[in-house]
């Protein structure tokens, strides 16, 4: 760790804030605000989505169950499927990406700062609009609510137009932040920081937001439809005159595919970032990799499909959905294989960051390994909604999302708080949450896949051979949600009370570590040519030779004690 | 759960390649990385050599990779084209024609499953039908989607309203098989349960018979009830 003050560079301050500070942040143009907000927000709504998760798994806890009634269960359902993925995993990626990318690429802001906070304020919008459904009745369509379920002739009220407005609201929200980032990335990039030296992380920011560029209008488009549906008897979705209900599953699905995408490269771009720096050694392949994480954005989207294998979908659909889906067998393999070879011959600082890093790793490829079962046609029809299908979910989501997330979380707080996270409290989060994800969701694999037990429902009955694994799973999810609240409260402690560290804690290697913690409002006051794809290595090397020819005669003529 | 149809089967076999396709990549990635972290830690001060790799050395990690996708691919076109074969009827089975399979048309309605049999005979909840014998479901729905999913005779397949999906299946047991949809379709999706029973040619017929005799009586009795004026 080396100290701010051997820094050349001029140091201003003395700008006294004018407004409150909730008025400076919330109005402010600076994309470290931006990301503040979408991390904070995200990490809220984690919470949300975990008081529900735990709700419907004690529903779950035993046969036959009466604690939620049916109309309540769903409503839980179809928030936590909007929250967990709208409200949190989406969010916070595109937090990081707004506070890391512009300080990795040695920007002072964004290209368009306006649009970026009008997206966090569409964000807090949607959630609003979703949550503001409990002063009437929200929705209870389900994760994906399929038309026509979702139709106003089954769901009447307006929890369902609730739904879709938060969801078009976020998403918006989430596209207009794309485009900020596209055009930062493109047009902001330090002097040298060519395309082949941006850091990984910034790779990910780029090629999540060309992403959601892609899915963001599609699901747009899917959403003004389901209103003109159910508010101006419009027949988009309606198959008795001429619409198709299958129309909205292809156009969802393409979207909530792409997310899912989106999240997994958020965290592989994160974990990217944290095993080279804490193993000593440059990332194995960089092209490799970001050519890697390309291909998974384009292959992942196209096997949209891949979640339809049981509706009435030709044949030749769902075996070019099956060849998307196995194709990501390499670019993910691929990704895998250059982290392990990172590590080898490294010298490993197992901190917290890496923990967690190594926990989604793990995570992820349990997940990804069982999506591989689900995308072989046959065994979809069998394995597809069932419980298997939301341990396999739930082990590449909570991996990336909470896990990456968490990783990320870890290592940037020290730039965003200049404080860094209790290191023990930590540690005992992770291992809490590896425990609980293992007994939360392995079960669910056996109960879906031998006892194909029905995904989504409100109870299951006695007899059909599932209690004890539903049982574990509930208890498992308590210990997960016990971690994950572990590292929330570490979160908030430390960002008052944890161990004050200088600009660049982790000897990372690229720029972000050049600012201070936290950075000021211009981030940079000079910027340093970039010269290689390691330029923070290149400064530190620089510093090291130059205080080695000014420091020496001083030390010498210390005085004796 | 255990398969009971040339259908199931396929998908069994293919449970175990899924499952051992899926073994090795967790293994393969978690064995490598746990070595890795394990066997690399850090000692204090010590600065790694900066080695990175070539382009070679990826192209061989991908082909292997691809390699084992198309495997899975070509194994996974093979036994989905097998599973869904329309089964042939056995000799055991009910006779009715040679080519073609007993087609019921299955309807999906909030929360509860009607089958109907050729000549007019048509059942809720509970499917009759014969063993050994190739049967074609036709699901349709006539309000939102529904799954229909009994694992020990088929692969699940939705019901959507305005679209035709077929399930073929030829039970080689007679028994009870359990099943439930598997799609949320409101607030009773999860009682929206069904049976399929399977019976002897003989017995099926004689349900098809009773059923049929039953449903006139039915419709007798309504028409008699409306014809003296009274509410059915």
């Known amino acids: 760790m080396s100290a701010p003050a051997g820094r050349p560079e001029l140091v201003i301050d003395g700008f006294p804030p004018r407004r409150p500070r909730w008025v400076e942040i919330a109005t402010s143009p600076d994309h470290k605000d931006l990301g503040r907000i979408l991390i904070t927000g995200a990490l809220g709504f984690l919470f949300i989505a975990l008081v529900e998760l735990l709700l419907m798994r004690l529903q779950l806890a035993i046969p036959e169950n009466t604690f939620l009634t049916p109309v309540t269960f769903n409503r839980m359902l179809s928030l936590y499927g909007a929250t967990a993925i709208l409200f949190f995993a989406v969010p916070l990626a595109l937090g990081f990406f707004c506070y890391v990318a512009p300080l990795q690429i040695g920007a002072r802001g964004t290209a368009l700062p306006r649009l970026g906070q009008l997206g966090a304020w569409l964000f807090i919008a949607g959630a609003t609009v979703l949550y503001a459904g409990f002063l009437f009745t929200p929705t209870e369509a389900g994760v994906n609510p399929l038309p026509p379920l979702s139709g106003i002739a089954f769901l009447p009220n307006n929890g369902v137009d609730a739904w879709a407005a938060a969801t078009g609201l976020a998403t918006l929200g989430f596209v207009l932040i794309a485009i900020d980032l596209v055009a930062t990335l493109r047009r902001l990039r330090a002097p040298g920081m060519a395309w082949r030296r941006l850091p990984i992380f910034s790779w990910a920011a780029a090629i999540c937001s060309w992403l959601l560029l892609v899915i963001g209008p599609v699901m747009l488009a899917a959403i003004t439809m389901l209103l003109i549906d159910r508010n101006f008897n419009g027949i988009f979705f309606a198959g008795d005159a001429g619409g198709a209900p299958l129309l909205w599953q292809h156009l969802s699905w393409i979207f909530y595919t792409g997310a899912y995408m989106l999240i997994l490269i958020f965290a592989l771009g994160a974990i990217g970032e944290i095993v080279p720096a804490l193993a000593r050694k440059p990332l194995f392949n960089r092209g490799a990799v970001i050519a890697s994480m390309v291909a998974i954005a384009v292959l992942g989207t196209l096997a949209w499909m891949q979640n339809m294998y049981t509706a009435p979908i030709g044949i030749g659909w769902m075996y070019f959905a099956m060849a998307m889906s196995l194709a990501l067998i390499v670019p993910f393999g691929l990704i895998f294989f250059n982290l392990i070879a990172t590590l080898t011959g490294g010298t490993v600082r197992m901190r917290a960051p890496l923990l967690f890093a190594a926990g989604a790793i793990v995570a992820i490829s349990i997940g990804l390994a069982s999506e591989v079962c689900h995308s072989m046609v046959a065994l979809g029809w069998r394995l597809q909604h069932t419980t298997d299908s939301t341990a396999a979910t739930h082990f590449a989501l909570v991996g990336g999302a909470v896990f990456g997330g968490f990783a990320a979380l870890h290592w940037w707080f020290p730039k965003m708080t200049g404080r860094t996270m209790g290191e023990t409290l930590g540690r005992l989060s992770f291992w809490t949450m590896a425990i609980g994800i293992l007994v939360a969701f392995v079960p669910l694999f056996i109960a879906g896949a031998e006892e194909g037990q029905v995904v989504d429902a409100y109870k299951f009955f006695n007899g059909t051979g599932v209690n004890a694994d539903n049982l574990i799973a509930t208890i498992g999810a308590f210990v997960l949600a016990a971690g994950i609240l572990m590292t929330l409260v570490n979160a908030i402690l430390s960002r008052e009370g944890g161990a004050p560290t200088g600009h660049d804690p982790w000897q990372g290697d690229s720029l972000e570590w050049f600012a201070l913690s936290p950075p000021e409002p211009h981030n940079f006051d000079l910027l340093p040519d970039v010269r290689s794809a390691r330029p923070m290595r290149d400064i530190r090397k620089a510093i090291a030779r130059r205080s080695a020819r000014v420091e020496r005669p001083g030390r010498e003529s210390q005085p004796v004690a | ?232």
């Open chain 2, 1 to 232: 759960m255990a398969p009971h149809s040339p259908g199931t089967d396929q998908i069994d076999t293919l449970l175990w390649i899924g499952f051992v396709a899926a073994a090795i990549l967790i293994v393969a990635v978690n064995v490598g990385l746990l070595y890795a972290l394990r066997r690399y830690r850090a000692e204090r001060g010590a600065e790694p050599r900066q080695i990175t790799g070539g382009r070679r050395i990826q192209l061989r990690v991908a082909a292997v990779l691809g390699i084992f996708a198309v495997a899975i691919f070509v194994l996974s076109v093979l036994y989905t084209d097998k599973a869904r074969e329309t089964p042939v009827t056995g000799a055991a089975g009910l006779q009715v024609s040679h080519s073609e399979p007993l087609k019921i048309t299955t309807t999906g309605q909030q929360w509860l499953w009607r089958y109907d049999y050729p000549n007019e005979a048509f059942s809720y909840y509970k499917l009759v039908v014969p063993v050994d014998t190739a049967v074609e479901l036709d699901l349709v729905s006539t309000d939102v989607v529904h799954t229909w999913d009994v694992p020990d005779l088929a692969g699940k397949r939705d019901a959507v309203p305005g679209k035709t999906n077929h399930v073929v299946f030829s039970a080689d047991e007679e028994g009870t098989y359990f099943g439930q949809a598997a799609t949320l379709s409101g607030q009773a999706y999860a009682a929206m349960r069904t049976e399929v029973e399977v019976v002897s040619p003989k017995e099926y017929e004689a349900f098809i018979e009773s059923q049929k005799e039953d449903i006139q009586a039915a419709q007798d009795r309504v028409v008699g009830l409306i014809e003296n004026g009274e509410t059915p």
